[in-house]
Nanobody, 123 residues
């Protein structure tokens, strides 16, 4: 059974940083692309970062230059370093394993989702 578990969310002031972690089990980690998504209240879930199985990255314009996605095959984990946080980054953040990737759109069809971790950025 595949499990995807996020951690590291919390409350931070604008301009601060947070690092989200996502650990997977039951998944052939090296065979999947990994993505971070977020959903703010009243808005649709959006992909913000994706990293291919080979380490190629894709970012949404809203986080490009501020967030960094990385992966570690040794512990089947993916991370999201978030710097220069803004109040508009407040959302539930989700990790997901995807079956495909392309450099224009990022992650493709999602195989498994985590349950999310809340990030709140105060003014």
């Amino acid at each position: 059974q595949v499990q995807v578990v996020e951690s590291g969310g919390g409350l931070v002031q604008a301009g601060g940083s947070l690092r989200l972690s996502c650990t997977t089990t039951g998944l052939r980690f090296d065979g999947y692309q990994m993505g971070w998504f977020r959903q703010a209240p009243g808005k649709e879930r959006e992909e913000i970062a994706c990293i291919s199985a080979s380490g190629i990255t894709h970012y949404s314009d809203s986080v490009k230059g501020r967030f960094t996605i990385s992966r570690n095959s040794a512990n089947s984990s993916v991370y999201l370093q978030m710097d220069s946080l803004k109040p508009e980054d407040t959302a539930m953040y989700y990790c997901a394993a995807a079956q495909s990737f392309n450099s224009r759109d990022g992650c493709g069809k999602i195989k498994s989702w985590g349950h999310g971790t809340q990030v709140t950025v105060s003014t």
